[in-house]
C-alpha cells in the first residue's frame, strides 16, 4: 500500500529560527515528490518537486532533499517568517503507464511561527 | 493567465442528496485531478482526467464520479451523500507529460452533509 507520513505533526518555531520537516514514503513506481504550503482555507501551492535523479532543490528560503534509497525527504525553512505559518504537505506520485498516476499525500507538518 | 476556480466555495447538503461540484482549469492545462480533504487531513486524490477520460483513481466508491470537457473544466458529482462526505474537495490542473509541472490547486469546495 502506498503511504506517505510525515513528522512531526506540528511545530511552534520562533520567528527566525530553521526548521526542518521530515517526509518518509513507499510508493512505487515512484515519479516525483512534491512540497506544498497550504494556508488555512486555501488551496495548497506548490514549492518544490523533485524527480528520482534530483538530491536537492531550493526555492528562497525553501530548500528539499531527496534520497530515493531510504525513501525520505526533507524541507528545510531558513529564517523562518511570521507567513511561514501553515501546514506543509509531501505528495508523492507513482506513475503506471505514460499519462495515468496516483498521488499520495501526507497529512501535513502543521507549522506556527511566533514572535 | 487565469488561475483554477472552482465554486461554489461552499455548499449544505442533506444525507442521501446529490451534487455537483466545479472547477474551470488554468488555461493551457490539459489535466485535473481532485481531492477530499478532511479537516485536519491531508488531501486524499480522488480520480485524474485527461482528455476527457478518466486516467487514474484513488481508493473512492463509484459514487464518486466526473467529466471532464473539451475546454478543460470539470465537474465532480457525488451520488447518496453520506456524512463522512462532508469535506473541502479540491480542484488542481496540470500539463500532463511535463514529469515538473506543479499542480496548480483551487480553493476548493467546503462540503458540509447533514
Known amino acids: 500500500k502506498n503511504q506517505v507520513e510525515q513528522s512531526p505533526q506540528s511545530l511552534i518555531i520562533l520567528e527566525g529560527k530553521n526548521c526542518t520537516l521530515q517526509?518518509?514514503?513507499?510508493?512505487?513506481?515512484?515519479?516525483?515528490l512534491r512540497w506544498y504550503k497550504q494556508d488555512t482555507g486555501r488551496g495548497p501551492v506548490s514549492l518544490t518537486i523533485?524527480?528520482?535523479?534530483?538530491n536537492t532543490k531550493s526555492n528562497g528560503r525553501y530548500t528539499a532533499t531527496l534520497d530515493a534509497d531510504t525513501k525520505q525527504s526533507s524541507l528545510h525553512i531558513t529564517a523562518s517568517q511570521l507567513s511561514d505559518s501553515a501546514s506543509y504537505i509531501c505528495?508523492?506520485?507513482?506513475?503506471?503507464?505514460?499519462?495515468?498516476?496516483?498521488?499520495?499525500f501526507g497529512t501535513g507538518t502543521r507549522l506556527q511561527v511566533t514572535l | 493567465e487565469t488561475g483554477v476556480t472552482q465554486s461554489p466555495t461552499h455548499l449544505i447538503k442533506t444525507r442521501g442528496q446529490q451534487v455537483t461540484l466545479r472547477c474551470s482549469s488554468q488555461?493551457?492545462?490539459?489535466?485535473v485531478s481532485w481531492y477530499q480533504q478532511a479537516l485536519g487531513q491531508g488531501p486524499q486524490f480522488i480520480f485524474q482526467?485527461?482528455?476527457?477520460?478518466?486516467?487514474g483513481r484513488g481508493n473512492f466508491p463509484p459514487r464518486f464520479s466526473g467529466l471532464q470537457f473539451p475546454n478543460y473544466s470539470s465537474e465532480l458529482n457525488v451520488n447518496a451523500l453520506e456524512l463522512d462526505d462532508s469535506a473541502l474537495y479540491l480542484c488542481?490542473?496540470?500539463?500532463?507529460?511535463?514529469?515538473?509541472?506543479?499542480?496548480?490547486f483551487g480553493n476548493g469546495t467546503r462540503l458540509t452533509v447533514t
Open positions: 517526509c518518509n514514503y513507499t510508493v512505487s513506481p515512484f515519479s516525483n
Open positions: 523533485m524527480t528520482f535523479s534530483e
Open positions: 482526467y485527461y482528455r476527457e477520460e478518466e486516467n
Open positions: 488542481a490542473s496540470s500539463l500532463i507529460g511535463s514529469i515538473n509541472s506543479p499542480l496548480h
Open positions: 488555461s493551457g492545462h490539459n489535466t
Open positions: 505528495v508523492v506520485t507513482a506513475t503506471y503507464t505514460g499519462t495515468a498516476s496516483k498521488l499520495t
